[in-house]
């Protein structure tokens, strides 16, 4: 109800069967009561809902970047050349499926790894085989090369008897012509 100064009250009766009381209150001051505790209220439910956010945040980054970090972690050891590193983490989410295409791309390089490897081993052994070849020729080219010098000794000091030989034939040549004119 309103009074004749323009004030409003807020008026509750209550009876208990003989007696009824009759209480009242400015309704200015119920409505700064209400406001103040709809604010406090209000303040109190942001606090509770922000820190609601928080400890969501901080549980779902620690979900989030632990996978990561193990990723990160074995990425760094590729990046050094230990290509045996690998992920053990498993979902069905993204970063499951990037954990899952990592390993898979370090299998493929260890498996390029392994053939490059067995490559090398083919052309070193092939190499040795061919410097064993190669050995193998220069010690038949010196046997041979030897053996040509020993011939071309042989034939010069063969040349070198046959012209004594013609000398010493030309000689009893020209001796057996000087008797046969002296007879």
Known sequence: ????DGLSFYALAK?????QIVVTYPTSKVDAIMLSTLMSNGVALILVVLLLVVII?????RWVSKPIAL???SMQQVGQGDFTATVQYTSKDEIG??????R?????VRHLIREASTRIENVASASRHIHDNAE???A?????????????????EMASNVNDRLDAGKELGDSVNIIFSKI
């Open 1 to 4: 109800k309103q009074t004749a």
């Open 97 to 102: 499926a990037l954990a899952s295409d990592f």
């Open 140 to 156: 038949t080219s010196n046997e041979v090369t030897k053996a040509i010098i020993e011939i071309s000794t042989g034939a010069v």
């Open 15 to 19: 009876s208990n069967g003989k007696n």
């Open 71 to 73: 990723m990160q972690k």
């Open 136 to 138: 193998g020729l220069t």
């Open 57 to 61: 945040s901080f549980i779902l980054g």
């Open 104 to 108: 898979k791309m370090t299998e493929s």
